[in-house]
């Protein structure tokens, strides 16, 4: 799993749109606070591998696209442990 | 915004793995418990017109497949309404 402190410090970017605490303020962006680890890294490379796509997702496309895979660890196993 | 007692109906499907209460037990599925109304219709919207693809995307094109706009429409505001 990934390091959930260094995931907080990548999350300083994701904090526009998914809030501070991960409860998006945006009604078109989904919460992430306490959301599934393992979902969460899946979707995280769905963007980066341009998988998914509609809505706002080419917003995602571009975020996602300057993570590294252990950048998507650490944010996923951080956003999970957000109680 | 949906009817949110049609959506319960509706989510029994759902609730095998999104949980009965929106809590995924399955780590790979995401928990809806709460999410952002507009998001779910997004994310259902995109997966119905097979535009999010990669890891279980599948599974969830097939679900949506069989969802009208109403259903999707309750959906989403049935899982925004639980606290």
Redesign the interface.
Known sequence: AGDIEAGKAKAAVCAACHGADGM?VI?????LK??????LV??L??YK?K???????AVMQAQAAMLSDADIANLAAYYASLK
């Open positions: 998006a009604p078109g962006y989904p919460h306490g959301q599934n680890e393992q979902y899946s979707s490379n769905a591998a998988q998914r796509n509609g809505g706002l997702a």
